[in-house]
């Protein structure tokens, strides 16, 4: 048995030819039904999401399965060859598995280090073990790759900083306030990525969304969406004495909110901390007013900033991530030889215990035993048995190079035809 | 010096090393072993005072090096007790070399145990004395807090190097928060202290205050905390103001502990 990864990436693929061959929905069920019936494959697990179509497989001999699957994926999802061979790639053994590993550890992610693949991985799993599409090899290795995802997570600091504007927000939020859910925004305007921002805060537990909008029925509409609250836009330095996050993008040309005002406010605020977060290009919020004590403003440069600044440190923790991966696969890969001798141990024993049993059955026929000497004789052919058996068992388990000489050389010695390959 | 002040020596020492090395390294087996050989040294120093105190009969705080050692002790206990509040494995970063510091001093100090004048030996040496180290203990946890703050601000508004320390550092407001109720702690404390020195001076010496060197710094350091509690609550002077203020108040008790005790003048000239 072995294993082989057959799939397509936003790296392989354009999202066109992704979704054209995306297991969504009903068609993750049926897929998985006919992969299971592929000629030479054994298990099979499809995971689906919108920057990959893989399916991980054990199949008897990678190179005739690979056009099986192929040619399986083309009239599954009515694709002719020619672009689907231009989409897929093919892992098999080693590879495989660090493939695997990879994607779970999300190190081959479009956002390196983003989570939410490593719950994908686990949903596709489980559905291949639901309908039974998974054996001892797939279980291993899917569970393995779920531990080395953790361990990644753990060891590396790949997942730990915001990759995303809104995201970066949000973190300097938690690194100004020590407690979210007793703070409020105010949203000044109503641009695309403040309202991200805003509804990023949101589900960081802050208490409340307060929009200030120039056109109040927009800004209704926008608070009801964060179960907020709106006021009319001449109100919002009166609002800024209680707000605690302003998230700013008003789409005026000027500063709307100045140097002198901030003064003001800040008297008004007993000087408690404010985070003032401008989204607007050109700026809202006069620069100058990041000079003053217990404000924290940023604009867009600043949080792009802070957001490659994160990315660069993904990329170095990326760097231990492949280390463990590869460290995880040399583990996994042990676990595979070993279970290769499987077979051949069992064979093995089985014609050992068929000869023991035949004999001993000669001589219980042959001569009158008393229970007492039958148990005698039953118990020095089991001795003689084990004893002779234990070295080539021993020997099957160890971790050897040449393992597949070895069984070979062990079904000839002793005469073991038959499918012992597993 | 005995044993046991030698091996706690050692120990906040190597919980030191530890701490900076928490600087630059996120690693909770560092912060873990940072506070077991705190919390060793802390407990061998703890029995070294212990000693002490069986052997004088009174609080060990009568010559330089049982002064600074047992200054070093209440920054310690302190710090324990944050750290069980508030669980910031790197605030000991920031605070063990203060207690390191004052006890690699007090190894360097004179420590010779002269009896003690007649006119001292009153149960108020134990009270004020007591209570004028816990708070100034108070005060120098609420100098290493306002440097953390001054630190994490320093990378807020820097807005670069938004990872590492920044990461492990604690929100600027809870900084804030654990800084004020330091000072809230402390300045009580040093007040009782204040007055029980004052009724002590009253029965050895016959007045409450005689413009000793001593304690016109105290009165100085009551007075810049002063300012501190009332600033903030009038003004609302907190966060960057309350942390410089907080490092300046911790300034002045250094001086007047260490700069008096190097000049020996006047009536703490035991101390």
Redesign the interface.
């Known amino acids: 048995m072995r294993v082989l990864v057959a799939g397509l990436n936003h790296k392989s693929a354009d999202v066109e030819v992704r979704e054209k061959l995306a297991f969504g929905g009903e068609k993750l069920g049926a897929g998985l039904h006919g992969l299971k019936a592929v000629d030479g494959l054994r298990e099979a697990v499809i995971i689906s999401t919108c920057n990959r179509v893989e399916l991980y497989t054990s199949v008897d001999e990678p190179d005739s399965a690979s056009k099986n699957i192929m040619a399986f994926l083309g009239s599954f999802h009515g694709i002719q060859a020619g672009p689907l061979e231009k989409a897929l790639y093919f892992h098999k053994d080693r590879d495989a598995v660090r493939h695997i590993f990879r994607v779970a550890s999300s190190l081959d992610s479009m956002v390196l280090g983003e989570p939410q693949i490593l719950g994908q991985l686990k949903a596709a799993f489980d559905f291949s073990l639901k309908n039974k599409a998974t054996g001892v090899l797939m279980n291993k290795l899917l569970k393995k790759a779920i531990s080395v995802a953790k361990r990644v997570r753990t060891e590396t ?1 790949i997942a ?2 915001a990759v995303s504007i809104s995201f970066a927000a949000v ?2 939020a ?6 979210l859910s007793d703070k409020s925004v105010l949203l000044l305007g109503a641009g695309e990525m403040a309202e991200l921002a805003a509804m990023h805060l949101k589900s960081s537990g802050v208490r409340e969304i307060v929009v200030a909008n120039r056109t109040y029925e927009r800004g209704c509409e926008l608070a009801r969406n964060f179960t907020g609250r709106a006021v009319r836009f001449e109100e919002f330095p009166h609002e800024m004495l209680s707000s605690d996050i302003i998230v700013c993008s008003t789409g005026a040309s000027d500063y709307v909110i100045k140097k002198s005002h901030m003064h003001h406010i800040m ?1 008004g ?5 404010i985070f003032m977060i401008d989204i607007s290009v050109p700026r809202n919020i006069d620069p100058g007013i ?1 000079g003053l ?2 404000i ?1 403003l ?1 604009d867009v440069d ?1 949080l792009q ?2 957001v490659d ?2 990315m660069g ?1 993904r990329k170095k923790e990326a760097q231990k991530a492949e280390a463990i991966v590869a460290e995880e696969v040399e583990v996994f890969e042990r676990w595979l030889a070993s279970l290769q001798s499987v077979p051949a141990i069992v064979a093995l024993r089985q014609r050992a215990e068929d000869i023991k049993n035949q004999e001993l059955l000669k001589v219980i026929n042959r001569v009158r035993l008393d229970e007492k000497e039958r148990k005698a004789v039953e118990y020095m052919a089991a001795a003689i048995v084990n004893k002779l058996m234990h070295p080539p068992t021993a020997a099957l388990k160890e971790d050897v190079e040449d393992r597949d000489n070895l069984i070979a050389i062990i079904q000839k010695l002793y005469g073991l035809n038959g499918d012992t390959n597993g | 010096m005995e044993i046991t002040f030698q091996l706690s020596l050692i120990l906040y020492f190597g919980a030191m090393v530890l701490g900076f090395l928490e600087l630059f390294r996120n690693s909770k087996a560092i912060t873990w072993t940072m506070l077991a050989l705190l919390g060793a040294g802390f407990g061998l120093h703890t029995v070294s005072i212990m000693i002490s105190y069986f052997m004088a009969g009174h609080l060990p705080i009568t010559n330089p090096h049982e002064a600074t050692s047992f200054f070093a002790w209440c920054i310690v206990f302190l710090f324990f007790v944050l750290e069980y509040r508030y669980k910031i494995g790197i605030m000991g970063s920031f605070i063990i070399p203060f207690a390191f510091a004052l006890m690699l001093s007090s190894a360097l100090l004179p420590m010779e145990v002269k009896p003690l004048a007649p006119v001292l030996q009153s149960s108020w040496l134990g009270v004020h004395t007591f209570f004028a180290f816990l708070a100034n203990a108070s005060f120098a946890l609420a100098a290493g807090i306002g440097i953390m703050y001054l630190v994490q601000e320093h990378y807020v508004k820097g807005k670069k190097h938004l990872a590492g320390l920044f990461q492990r550092l604690p929100s600027l407001q809870s900084l804030d928060e654990i800084n004020y109720r330091l000072i809230t702690i402390g300045f009580p404390l040093f007040t009782v202290a204040m007055i029980t020195g004052m009724l002590w001076a009253d029965t050895a010496w016959g007045s409450y205050w005689s413009w000793d060197p001593r304690e016109v710094w105290s009165l100085i350091t009551w007075l810049i905390f002063a300012i501190i509690l009332h600033a903030r609550m009038v003004a609302g002077w907190r966060g960057r103001r309350a942390a410089v203020l907080s490092i300046l108040g911790f300034v002045t008790i250094i001086v007047a502990f260490g700069g008096l005790k190097l000049l020996q003048t006047g009536q703490h000239v035991f101390l």
């Open positions: 600091r730990e900083s973190e300097l938690k690194k100004i306030f020590s407690d008297k605020r007993k000087q408690r901390p990041d004590d217990n924290y940023y600043d900033g802070v600044a994160n440190g």
